[in-house]
Structure formats: structure tokens, C-alpha cells
Antibody
Framework: QVQLQESGPGLVKPSETLSLTCTVS??????????WTWIRQPPGKGLEWIGY???????RYNPSLRGRVTISVDKSKNQFSLNLNSVIAADTAMYYC????????????????WGQGTLVTVSS | DIQLTQSPSFLSASVGDRVTITCRAS??????LAWYQQKPGKGPTVLIY???TLQSGVPSRFSGSGSGTEFTLTISSLLPEDYATYFC?????????FGGGTTVDIK
């Protein structure tokens, strides 16, 4: 069973960089056609897709984050990471990592494994 | 971006009730829609993908239907463990987007 676990600081100051890591167990970030994904949910609001890194290393981001986001992978540690720079209070949210998988039989994708989330507060 | 409108945003139901949640897309997304369940303090889990395919291990009281712009999630007979928040996600285009969520509460 694949498991994902987010880790990182729970408090970040405005204008600084938010850095989170997702550790994957029970599977490899290097294998298969998976999209290793970050999602966030501000308190009391809906979910926002941040972006992914494909197992081959390509990335895709939500344009709403205006170039502030970078997702990278560390294959040696079986982890992938999120960096969000120039944070503001509106970046306060529960951050989730997840795996998006393409199911050949149905010809569709889904987020089939999620972490439990980590709350990041942006405040001075 | 593709907007997903979920309704209702909140519903109260009793154990044994049939519950239906709707998700409407702002444009045609074929069958590229998934449904998730989230309980307090936990990460979401997938119930349905490709609009109507039950994820392995998910009870058969959950079902999904629809294509194009209108989709439904149905719980045929609500059990106590089904009290949770449900949301839809489109995986037809980028950026991926989610519905606003439906919280199912005890009546």
C-alpha cells in the first residue's frame, strides 16, 4: 500500500519561502506513470491544485500561483518537494501531497493516494 | 479554468437515507471526473473515478454517474461512517479543479 507523508515548518513568515517535503513509502517516485502532486486547502475554503512533477521529471503548475512555485523530486530519498516563494497570508492552508495515476482501463486519471496533510500558517 | 459547482454544499440525512450529490462542470469534461471523501483530520480518499468506476475497496453503496457537464454521486443507504465531506474533481484539463464540497451531517 502506497503511503504519503508531508513534513515541513508549520509557520512561515511573509515574503519568505514555504518548503514542504512528501515522503513516499510502499512505492517509488521513479517508477510508473505517476504524477506526484501538491494540493492545498485554505481554512474554510475549497481545494486548489498546485501542480505536479511527473516521474520523468517534467512539471506543471497552476498559473494562479504566478511563477512562485517549484516542485522537485529526490529519487535517492523517495521524496518530492514543494517550494512556494514570496508567501503571503493567503498562502495559509492545509497542504496535501498526492499521487495522480492514469488508469488505462478507463482512460482516466485520479488522485489515488493522499497524505493526511500539513497545516502551514503564514504570519510574522 | 474549468469551474465545478457542487450542490448542495451541506445536507442533513439519516442513517439509511439515499443521498445524491451533484457536480456541474462549466464545460464538457467527458467522463474525467472523480469523487473523494474526506473525514476530519484525514486526507481525502477516492471513491469514484472516470465518473462511474468504483475504486477498489470502496463499498458498492457508492455509485457515480454522468458525463459531459453533469455528474452525480449517490450513496444508496447512508451508514454512520459515511458522515463526511465529499468533493468532485475534474481531470480533463489543467489546472485540475475541484468542486466546493458537500458536507453530509447527521439529521
Amino acid at each position: 500500500q502506497v503511503q504519503l507523508q508531508e513534513s515541513g515548518p508549520g509557520l512561515v513568515k511573509p515574503s519568505e519561502t514555504l518548503s514542504l517535503t512528501c515522503t513516499v513509502s510502499g512505492g517509488s517516485v521513479s517508477s510508473g506513470t505517476y504524477y506526484w502532486t501538491w494540493i492545498r486547502q485554505p481554512p474554510g475554503k475549497g481545494l486548489e491544485w498546485i501542480g505536479y512533477i511527473f516521474y520523468g521529471g517534467s512539471t506543471r503548475y497552476n498559473p494562479s500561483l504566478r511563477g512562485r512555485v517549484t516542485i522537485s523530486v529526490d529519487k535517492s530519498k523517495n521524496q518530492f518537494s514543494l517550494n512556494l516563494n514570496s508567501v503571503i497570508a493567503a498562502d495559509t492552508a492545509m497542504y496535501y501531497c498526492a499521487r495522480e495515476t492514469y488508469y488505462h482501463r478507463s482512460g482516466s486519471n485520479t488522485l489515488d493516494f493522499w497524505g493526511q496533510g500539513t497545516l502551514v500558517t503564514v504570519s510574522s | 479554468d474549468i469551474q465545478l459547482t457542487q450542490s448542495p454544499s451541506f445536507l442533513s440525512a439519516s442513517v439509511g437515507d439515499r443521498v445524491t450529490i451533484t457536480c456541474r462542470a462549466s464545460q464538457d469534461i467527458s467522463s474525467h471526473l472523480a469523487w473523494y471523501q474526506q473525514k476530519p483530520g484525514k486526507g481525502p480518499t477516492v471513491l469514484i473515478y472516470a465518473a462511474s468506476t468504483l475504486q477498489s475497496g470502496v463499498p458498492s453503496r457508492f455509485s457515480g454517474s454522468g458525463s459531459g457537464t453533469e455528474f452525480t454521486l449517490t450513496i444508496s443507504s447512508l451508514l454512520p461512517e459515511d458522515y463526511a465531506t465529499y468533493f468532485c474533481q475534474q481531470l480533463n484539463d489543467y489546472p485540475r479543479t475541484f468542486g466546493g464540497g458537500t458536507t453530509v451531517d447527521i439529521k
